[in-house]
């Protein structure tokens, strides 16, 4: 099993550009979940999804899209990057009906805008 | 105020030292988990309990719920040991989403 992959590991965007962040894991899960990492703060929730076609908020949606066509991927699109959306972004899976199982993190993407 | 909280922020320690690493929180849980984010940024599970004591290795996790507190405890720490070591909370009736502390960094000197 590869566990969860993250794409790009790096990416700069201008003010204004789009781009997606390409999130799959291979291990069934349905509970899937991407978070952003800053300075002095703790793992913060984007979006989430508890099974395919099935997404919803977390603490901080503004700015961000995601969609669950497929149990193993969960992209993350940034509409209109802005120069607050720098940051480190994580995805993470972990089995369906177990809230109480572990996450499994992907490695990370690592996104500066200018 | 934070609804988890993690002390310290920072710690530096000799090979071989005996650590500790707090988390307090403030919400109702299912369940408290520990992470590890090593420097390169990739982040592991290091435990998720929901009471008692949970041990691997040289790394013992504890929580006392009535206190809403945890420990994480390193001994014979070694150089390997360096990364920032995060508590994290899943509250009861949050759909199963994870609350985080800001971490704590360990810096274990040879």
């Known amino acids: 099993n590869a566990g969860v992959t993250q794409t790009p590991k790096f990416q700069v965007l201008k003010t204004g550009q789009s781009m997606t962040l390409q999130c799959a894991q291979d291990m069934n899960h349905e509970y899937m979940s991407w978070y952003r990492q800053d300075p002095g703060m703790g793992l913060r929730l984007i979006h989430y999804s508890v099974g395919a076609g099935i997404t919803d908020q977390g603490e901080v949606p503004n700015g961000y899209n995601v969609s669950r066509s497929t149990t193993e991927d969960f992209p993350l699109r940034l509409l209109s990057a802005a120069p607050s959306q720098t940051s480190v972004y994580f995805c993470a899976s972990r089995g369906g009906g177990q809230h109480n199982s572990p996450l499994h993190f992907g490695n990370g993407t690592r996104l500066t805008v200018t | 105020k934070n609804e988890v909280e993690q002390s310290p922020q920072n710690l530096t320690a000799q090979e071989g030292e005996f650590i500790t690493i707090n988390c307090s929180y403030s919400?109702?849980?299912?369940?408290l988990h520990w992470l590890q984010q090593h420097p390169g940024g990739g982040i592991v599970s290091l435990f998720m309990?929901?009471?008692g004591k949970k041990k691997h290795g040289r790394l013992i996790a504890t929580i006392n719920i009535q206190e809403k507190h945890s420990s994480l405890h390193i001994t014979a720490s070694h150089p390997r040991d360096s990364a920032v070591y995060i508590c994290?909370?899943?509250?009861?009736?949050?759909?199963?989403?994870?609350?985080f502390g800001k971490g704590t960094k360990l810096s274990v000197k040879p």
């Open positions: 919400v109702g849980i299912s369940a």
């Open positions: 994290a909370v899943r509250s009861t009736g949050s759909q199963g989403n994870l609350i």
């Open positions: 309990l929901s009471s």
